[in-house]
C-alpha cells in the first residue's frame, strides 16, 4: 500500500481524506484499504522520510502530505523492481496504473518486466499441467482431482489474457 500512495502523491499532495476517496473510486480496482491503514502508512512513510506535511489547515489541522526526493527514488525503485513480488495481479496492476509518471524509456522495462513475470507465471502452470497428466488419481479422488484441474485451467487462461493484455495496453520496445 505504500507504493501506492507514493504514487498517488507523486501524482499531486493530498489529504487522508483525499487519498481514501482515491482509494474508494480508481485505486480499489487494484488495492483497496480502510483509511485507518492508509492513515498507518501514511505515518510510517513521513517516519521514514518519504512523504511530508506540506501544510496543515483547519480547526482539525488538516493535513497535506507530499512525496519527498526519498519517496520519490523509493518509488522509482519499486516500480522498476523486476521481480514483481507478492500477488502477480496486484504487482502488474499497481505497476501499470503509474506506469504515465516514468519516461517512455523506463515505462518499456517495466512493461517488459510485467510481461516476463507473466510468461515464468504461465510457464510455471504448463509445467504442472503436463505433470498432472501423467498421474494416476484413484478413482476415489476423481471428482477431487477435476475441481482441481478445473482451477489449474483457470490459472492458465488469467495468464493468457493478461499476457494478451499487456501486450495491447503496455508500451514495448
Do not use: C
Not at 501506492?4 to 499532495?13: D, E, F, M, R, S
Not at 506535511?53 to 526519498?70: A, F, L, M, N
Not at 516514468?102 to 505433470?131: D, K, T
Not at 490459472?155 to 493484455?165: M, N
Request: aromatic residues 8%.
Amino acid at each position: 500500500m505504500a507504493y501506492i500512495i507514493l504514487g498517488l502523491l507523486t501524482l499531486l499532495p493530498q489529504s487522508l481524506y483525499e487519498l481514501t476517496k482515491n482509494f474508494e473510486t480508481g485505486v480499489s480496482l487494484i488495492y483497496s484499504s480502510s483509511t485507518g491503514s492508509i492513515k498507518r502508512a501514511l505515518d510510517r512513510l513521513l517516519a521514514d522520510g518519504k512523504i511530508r506535511i506540506e501544510s496543515q489547515d483547519g480547526p482539525r489541522g488538516k493535513k497535506t502530505y507530499t512525496i519527498t526526493d526519498t519517496g520519490r527514488a523509493d518509488f522509482r525503485r519499486w516500480m522498476l523492481d523486476e521481480t514483481l513480488p507478492g500477488d502477480p495481479e496486484t504487482a502488474m496492476l499497481s505497476r501499470a496504473h503509474f506506469l504515465g509518471l516514468l519516461p517512455i524509456m523506463e515505462r518499456v522495462q517495466v512493461a517488459s518486466n510485467i510481461r516476463e513475470q507473466l510468461h515464468e507465471g504461465l510457464r510455471q502452470l504448463e509445467r504442472l499441467e503436463a505433470r498432472i497428466e501423467t498421474l494416476n488419481v484413484p478413482e476415489d479422488f476423481t471428482a477431487v482431482a477435476h475441481y482441481q484441474k478445473a482451477t489449474l485451467q483457470y490459472g492458465l487462461a488469467w495468464y493468457r489474457s493478461t499476457l494478451a493484455w499487456a501486450e495491447e495496453h503496455l508500451p514495448s520496445a
